[in-house]
T-cell receptor
Framework: GAVVSQHPSWVICKSGTSVKIECRSL??????MFWYRQFPKQSLMLMAT?????????EQGVEKDKFLINHASLTLSTLTVTSAHPEDSSFYIC???????????FGQGTRLTVV | GQNIDQPTEMTATEGAIVQINCTYQ??????LFWYQQHAGEAPTFLSY????GLEEKGRFSSFLSRSKGYSYLLLKELQMKDSASYLC??????????FGAGTTVTVRA
């Protein structure tokens, strides 16, 4: 299947700093990528849809000024958590479609811990 | 939006069969997926249904009834490594997936 690479796998940052997470489709072009957040023992919650060359679409309740998404190329989307706080500590996962009626492919996920 | 419901937890013994049910309500159904997720890891794809009926893939099978808004994932010949969370996800449009809360399956010896 197609490969989606997410980096870093884990990151610890101080409260008030910003963290950038990258999501790359390695062997296909993805005009659309998705960013999810998952708190312990909960399911994946869609945060936003990242569209190549245009603004991201955010789900209700997600602050677009806090979670900056950039999809500058067909193989790369980035999520920047700005002014991180401990409550932002979570597992962030990206996914990309491969076209047609196929499954979305997930990155490895990023465990963010804000101290 | 969607309402996706699945049981929170299930327990079964090694070698047994477990069926995980999922019901959903959606305005633009375009496929139902099942994913397996081990703790601290990203979900991995198990199965996909877009038409009514049963899809079989080795020890795992998935069933869909669009008219009833219902699906199930059947795990046969359970192994210890099958202990994980199983996520039911509904797709609207081309790629957007919405997930249920997940069912934690515990396999006991």
């Amino acid at each position: 299947g197609a490969v989606v690479s997410q980096h870093p796998s884990w990151v610890i940052c101080k409260s008030g700093t910003s963290v950038k997470i990258e999501c790359r489709s390695l062997d296909f072009q993805a005009t659309t990528m998705f960013w999810y957040r998952q708190f312990p023992k909960q399911s994946l919650m869609l945060m936003a849809t990242s569209n190549e060359g245009s603004k991201a679409t955010y789900e209700q309740g997600v602050e677009k000024d806090k979670f900056l998404i950039n999809h500058a190329s067909l193989t790369l989307s980035t999520l920047t958590v700005t002014s991180a706080h401990p409550e932002d500590s979570s597992f962030y996962i990206c996914s990309a479609g491969h076209g047609g009626n196929t499954e979305a492919f997930f990155g490895q996920g990023t465990r963010l811990t804000v101290v | 939006g969607q309402n996706i419901d699945q049981p929170t937890e299930m327990t079964a013994t090694e070698g047994a069969i477990v069926q995980i049910n999922c019901t959903y309500q959606t305005s633009g159904f375009n496929g139902l997926f099942w994913y397996q997720q081990h703790a601290g890891e990203a979900p991995t794809f198990l199965s996909y249904n877009v038409l009514d009926g049963l899809e079989e893939k080795g020890r795992f099978s998935s069933f869909l009834s669009r008219s009833k808004g219902y699906s199930y994932l059947l795990l046969k010949e359970l192994q210890m490594k099958d202990s994980a969370s199983y996520l039911c996800a509904v797709r609207e449009g081309d790629y957007k997936l919405s997930f249920g809360a997940g069912t934690t399956v515990t396999v006991r010896a």
